[in-house]
């Protein structure tokens, strides 16, 4: 039975890996967003590791653990978690025993794109996943025509120029910051 939580003032069901076995429904409410990402669902092979884009395979229990605990989500609850993924090209990776990594797209899927929480668990670091893991997030094929990609790192900015970023221009870029946002 999935677990249901509220987004965006909804009942939604969890990601958790997922809903029931080979169910066919999206797990969110967000039937005409979902619809469009399930015909865009992409798997990509490496050795033991897979990495998808089916919103249906993410282990939300997985990913909520991480990232609550991380430096840039510190604290986020498991429905703003749920809804951020909702709301993104999500892209999980996975190996033979179960997800060991993610990061996701907000996109409009012309002008800009933003790469956002992106991780490989501690055991499975060390391989280049987390390299595959951008590497394959910007190569999807319905992010090709993105004129403008950004992120946020405070400590993987090697990783990230090996893919073209760069430390943006003084004076181009602002932001608005809430750091209250995340908290109860």
């Known amino acids: 039975m999935p677990v249901l939580i ?3 003032g909804h009942t939604v069901s969890t990601l958790r890996a997922v809903v029931t076995a080979g169910s066919p429904r999206p797990p969110f409410h967000s039937t005409g967003c979902w619809g469009l990402l399930l015909r865009m669902i992409h798997e ?3 050795g033991e590791y897979t990495i998808s884009t089916d919103p ?6 997985l990913i909520h653990d991480f ?9 986020r609850s498991r429905e703003r978690v749920a809804c951020s993924i909702e709301h993104s090209l999500p892209f999980g990776l996975y190996h033979p025993g179960g997800q060991v990594g993610f990061g996701r797209v907000v996109t409009d899927y012309v002008v800009i794109a933003y790469l956002a929480d992106v991780f490989v668990l501690e055991a499975h670091r060390g391989k280049g996943l987390g390299g595959w893991l951008v590497e394959t997030a910007l190569g999807a094929p319905e992010l090709q025509k993105i004129r403008v990609w950004t992120l946020g ?3 993987a900015h090697e990783l990230y120029r090996r893919f073209g970023f760069a430390e943006p221009r003084p004076g181009v870029w602002m932001e608005r910051l809430d750091a209250d946002s995340d908290r109860p």
């Open 6 to 8: 509220s987004c965006d």
């Open 44 to 46: 990509w092979t490496r």
């Open 56 to 61: 249906r395979r993410l282990d939300l229990d």
């Open 67 to 75: 990232l609550s605990g991380s430096y840039w989500a510190a604290g």
């Open 153 to 155: 790192t405070r400590d």
